[in-house]
């Protein structure tokens, strides 16, 4: 299943206090999304409370998912739950995770880590109108430990929004750039985790655009510490359209990945080039410590997936669409204040 979150009324592309949502699941049509926290309550009464939210369903565990199917199975026969079937085009997106438990962004993707590296020193002597040799900044170089182990960092989970919602240009920043990455929602707990068992970890699969202000990023992470205002921005992360149930998606490490900019290809990648697959980044993270069911994970992002790399950064007014075969496509305006 694709599953979704969404407020059930059209163009509302910006959050606002006290908003109606609801989770849906796309029908087989691809046109329509059956609201599922309709279909549950009217079904099921107070049982339908597993519909409630995607934390809720995620919570139900697979009991939950099975209520779910039924459902969309049941709308697709013309059965009841037939009447909460709405057109795609009448609903607005929200992040289909609006408030993961935990958010954590990883660095997998070897062709970024050192284009990006490449792109920082540029950027960083641009800023103070010199070369990276005159700054004293070393030639890239790819440390061993990043070979060895996984790396993260936890991110902000209460700055999440979904797709076409629009992303609001940060005022500190006049260097703005989108990350394409591939992302995952756990659906169960657990501790130590083994790279055997991990897959059973994974509710689904969904895509992830890391907002980033290259400016702070690159200025604040001199320090050794970090990212933070480089990446800590209302909107700042975007997760959509939906997630795709594991079940629904067998290969997920043969997936291609594209960006396009205005409708311009500026990127493309594979999830097959990833150094350290989600078994791995599991069995690695939870390591003495709990992960929770609701929790979201990014793969950092492919080669070529920013512009940073082909050094082409973003403007006011673009329109960043983030694909990823078996997914779906992620699309997003950003918007820069006005003055």
Same mark, same amino acid.
């Given at each position: 299943?694709?599953?979704?979150?969404?407020?059930?009324?059209?163009?509302?592309? !910006?959050?606002?206090?006290?908003?109606?949502?609801?989770?849906?699941?796309?029908?087989?049509?691809?046109?329509?999304?059956?609201?599922?926290?309709?279909?549950?309550?009217?079904?099921?009464?107070?049982?339908?409370?597993?519909?409630?939210?995607?934390?809720?369903?995620?919570?139900?565990?697979?009991?939950?998912?099975?209520?779910?199917?039924?459902?969309?199975?049941?709308?697709?026969?013309?059965?009841?739950?037939?009447?909460?079937?709405?057109?795609?085009?009448?609903?607005?997106?929200?992040?289909?995770?609006?408030?993961?438990?935990?958010?954590?962004?990883?660095?997998?993707? !070897?062709?970024?880590?050192?284009?990006?590296?490449?792109?920082?020193?540029?950027?960083?002597?641009?800023?103070?109108?010199?070369?990276?040799?005159?700054?004293?900044?070393?030639?890239?170089?790819?440390?061993?430990?990043?070979?060895?182990?996984?790396?993260?960092?936890?991110?902000?989970?209460?700055?999440?929004?979904?797709?076409?919602?629009?992303?609001?240009?940060?005022?500190?920043?006049?260097?703005?750039?989108?990350?394409?990455?591939?992302?995952?929602?756990?659906?169960?707990?657990?501790?130590?985790?083994?790279?055997?068992?991990?897959?059973?970890?994974?509710?689904?699969?969904?895509?992830?655009?890391?907002?980033?202000?290259?400016?702070?990023?690159?200025?604040?992470?001199?320090?050794?510490?970090?990212?933070?205002?480089?990446?800590?921005?209302?909107?700042?992360?975007?997760?959509?359209?939906?997630?795709?149930?594991?079940?629904?998606?067998?290969?997920?490490?043969?997936?291609?990945?594209?960006?396009?900019?205005?409708?311009?290809?500026?990127?493309?990648?594979?999830?097959?080039?990833?150094?350290?697959?989600?078994?791995?980044?599991?069995?690695?993270?939870?390591?003495?410590?709990?992960?929770?069911?609701?929790?979201?994970?990014?793969?950092?992002?492919?080669?070529?997936?920013?512009?940073?790399?082909?050094?082409?950064?973003?403007?006011?007014?673009?329109?960043?669409?983030?694909?990823?075969?078996?997914?779906?496509?992620?699309?997003?305006?950003?918007?820069?204040?006005?003055?």
């Amino acid at each position: 299943m694709k599953l979704l979150t969404f407020v059930p009324e059209a163009g509302a592309t !910006e959050f606002t206090a006290g908003e109606t949502r609801h989770i849906g699941a796309l029908a087989p049509d691809g046109r329509h999304v059956l609201n599922l926290t309709l279909a549950a309550q009217s079904r099921m009464g107070t049982d339908g409370a597993f519909a409630a939210s995607m934390l809720a369903l995620i919570d139900a565990g697979a009991d939950g998912l099975a209520r779910a199917h039924e459902l969309l199975a049941e709308a697709a026969r013309g059965g009841e739950a037939t009447a909460h079937l709405v057109p795609l085009g009448g609903i607005s997106f929200r992040s289909p995770l609006p408030e993961p438990r935990q958010m954590r962004d990883c660095l997998v993707f !070897e062709t970024h880590l050192i284009q990006a590296m490449e792109g920082g020193r540029k950027l960083l002597a641009e800023m103070r109108d010199t070369t990276p040799e005159a700054l004293g900044l070393p030639p890239v170089k790819v440390p061993p430990v990043w070979y060895e182990q996984p790396i993260y960092y936890k991110a902000n989970r209460f700055s999440v929004i979904g797709h076409d919602q629009i992303v609001r240009w940060p005022s500190f920043s006049r260097m703005m750039d989108y990350e394409l990455e591939f992302g995952i929602v756990l659906g169960r707990t657990g501790r130590d985790i083994t790279t055997q068992t991990a897959a059973d970890h994974i509710f689904g699969y969904t895509i992830f655009n890391d907002m980033t202000a290259r400016d702070a990023q690159f200025a604040e992470m001199q320090g050794s510490l970090g990212p933070a205002k480089g990446k800590d921005f209302d909107t700042g992360n975007i997760i959509g359209p939906w997630i795709v149930t594991s079940d629904e998606l067998t290969d997920p490490y043969n997936l291609t990945m594209q960006v396009r900019v205005n409708g311009e290809l500026r990127g493309k990648g594979s999830t097959a080039s990833m150094q350290h697959r989600f078994d791995r980044i599991l069995a690695h993270i939870s390591r003495d410590e709990t992960l929770h069911a609701g929790e979201f994970i990014g793969s950092g992002t492919v080669g070529n997936g920013c512009g940073i790399e082909t050094g082409q950064l973003l403007a006011s007014g673009d329109l960043i669409e983030l694909e990823i075969d078996g997914i779906g496509t992620l699309r997003n305006r950003i918007i820069a204040p006005a003055g």
